[in-house]
Every structure is written in structure tokens, then in C-alpha cells.
């Protein structure tokens, strides 16, 4: 393998046609140039160029390897200037995830900040609860993630982005006479902080049997469909009150924070900017 600038310097050689030329033009003296030209052929074990008093003319192998050079040389200034682009964040790909709490809380904001500092930065964008959030950050299948802490999952870092109160709705029911309906659930390895304090506050007593859904949205659902009490956040946007004014529901004395997550060791500069990015809007 040569050096770039060997390369180079058989390139100029080629263009210049002239050896004093050629050294003045790459900043070298033409003994120097001659020496690394001979190193050049040696280590071929061929000539690259025949030189006579009328000037320098390459031979056969000469030409085919100053094409090569050239595409060597082409290649080389593109991975500088793709290193260079991926530092600026030109035509990188980042992958976040997010929680439908965190879409509506902090997602708008936060991205736009960060598409006006990287307007060339390609975003892939995943939903997900928690806990599948969490393995994706590990399997590295995202980038970083807006999530419901506390995380478990090791190697990762958060930064505490909003915090909301949670407010008990209650069943939605034609019927007057239905008995007290337990609380619509929520996994308990999705929201383990959550429905320990929910359990121990007997939020499921009653005789109908247990729902539950694995996002907020679908416990509106089933809540709305008569399945019993749901626990949500105060500001959730309900799809279904259009019709009628929101109620604020009654105080649990829970809240539910909302959090950016990303891989503890990954130190490259965009993460770390819509990291900055969120805590911002924050």
C-alpha cells in the first residue's frame, strides 16, 4: 500500500509532464520527487513513466495507474468530507422512540428545536411502551427514547423532562345500577411504581372481572366503552370529550414523569444535542 501522497505525486507527475514542474507544484525539491518516484516503481517492480530529454511520458502501466490513483485520491476526499458532513449532522439517520404520553408532551417541541440546529438530519421515529423502548435503547435498535421512568434496564441514562399528575376518571356506564368497577390496569412490568401505589390504595375492588390496557389510550378506550375507572394523566388529550366539556377527573396524588433516554456510552454529538434539545422545552 502507498501513501496518499504517493499517489498524488504520480498524478501531478502525469499532469505536468515535467519533473521540476511537477516538485514546484507539490512543494518539493525534483531530487526528492525523483527518489520517491523510483521508490514508487520499485516497490511495482515496473516503470511508470520513460523520461528522455523531450519530457516525461507515462507508459502503459503508467496510465492505468493514474487512474487508479485518481479514484483512490476522489475516494478519499469524499470519506473526509462525509467524516466532516456526519460531525455537522448532514445525512445522518437517528432513530428515536416514544411513548404516545411523550408524542403529545414533549416530542413537537423537542424536534423541531432540533430539526432547526440539523435541518439535514434524517429522523425514524418508533412507538412503543416503555419497556419495549427500554430493550430497543439496549439492542441498540434506537437512539434514544422519550419514556415513563424509572428505567431498569442498565447502561442507560435519563434526563427528567416533565412531570404531570394522574387523575382518577371514572366508569363510563348506562346503566345506574352497575356496581363499582375495578380500575382499568396497566402492566405491571410497564408501569411497576404506578400500579404498586394503585394496589395498595385498593383500587381494584369491585365484581367485575380486570381490564387492562398497555397504553394510556387504550385504557380511554376501554374506559369510555363502560370497562371500568381509568387512571390518566391531566392533561391527556382525550379523543372522546369533543362533544363535551374535558373533566379534570379526581386528584390521585400520582404523578407520571416523562423522560429522554438514551445509551449511556453513546457520546456522538446529535444524541447529545436532542438531549440538550429536550431538557430545553423542558
Given amino acids: 500500500m502507498f501513501a496518499l501522497?504517493?499517489?498524488q505525486a504520480v498524478i501531478v507527475i502525469a499532469d505536468e509532464a515535467h519533473?521540476?514542474?511537477a516538485a514546484r507544484r507539490l512543494g518539493c525539491t525534483q531530487p526528492s520527487l525523483s527518489a520517491r518516484l523510483r521508490r514508487i516503481e520499485d516497490a511495482l517492480d515496473l516503470r511508470l513513466f520513460d523520461r528522455d530529454r523531450s519530457g516525461v511520458r507515462m507508459t502503459p502501466a503508467g496510465e492505468r495507474f493514474v487512474e487508479g490513483a485518481a479514484r483512490i485520491i476522489d475516494a478519499a476526499r469524499e470519506t473526509e468530507n462525509a467524516a466532516r458532513a456526519a460531525q455537522a449532522g448532514f445525512g445522518q439517520t437517528l432513530r428515536i422512540g416514544m411513548t404516545q404520553v411523550s408524542a403529545y408532551q414533549v416530542m413537537v417541541p423537542a424536534l423541531?428545536?432540533?430539526?432547526?440546529?440539523h435541518p439535514r438530519v434524517r429522523l425514524r421515529i418508533f412507538e412503543g411502551n416503555t419497556l419495549r423502548l427500554e430493550r430497543m435503547l439496549e439492542r441498540s435498535e434506537i437512539d434514544a427514547a422519550?419514556?415513563?421512568?424509572p428505567l431498569h434496564a442498565p447502561g442507560l441514562s435519563d434526563a427528567l423532562l416533565k412531570e404531570v399528575p394522574l387523575v382518577r376518571h371514572g366508569a363510563v356506564t348506562d346503566n345506574p345500577e352497575a356496581v363499582r368497577r375495578p380500575l382499568i390496569r396497566y402492566p405491571r412490568t410497564e408501569a411497576p411504581v404506578l400500579m404498586g401505589n394503585l394496589s395498595r390504595r385498593g383500587d381494584w375492588d369491585g365484581d367485575a372481572p380486570d381490564v387492562e390496557a398497555d397504553t394510556m389510550l387504550g385504557a380511554l378506550v376501554l374506559n369510555r366503552a363502560g370497562f371500568g375507572p381509568v387512571v390518566a394523566t391531566e392533561d391527556y388529550?382525550?379523543?372522546f370529550e369533543k362533544a363535551r366539556a374535558r373533566s379534570r377527573g379526581e386528584p390521585t396524588g400520582l404523578s407520571l414523569q416523562t423522560a429522554v433516554a438514551w445509551r449511556r456510552l453513546d457520546r456522538r454529538p446529535l444524541v447529545a444535542d436532542l438531549v440538550e434539545k429536550a431538557r430545553a422545552i423542558s
Fill in 146 to 149: 422519550f419514556l415513563h421512568p
Fill in 112 to 117: 423541531d428545536a432540533f430539526r432547526r440546529a
Fill in 19 to 21: 519533473f521540476g514542474r
Fill in 237 to 239: 388529550p382525550s379523543p
Fill in 5 to 7: 501522497g504517493d499517489y
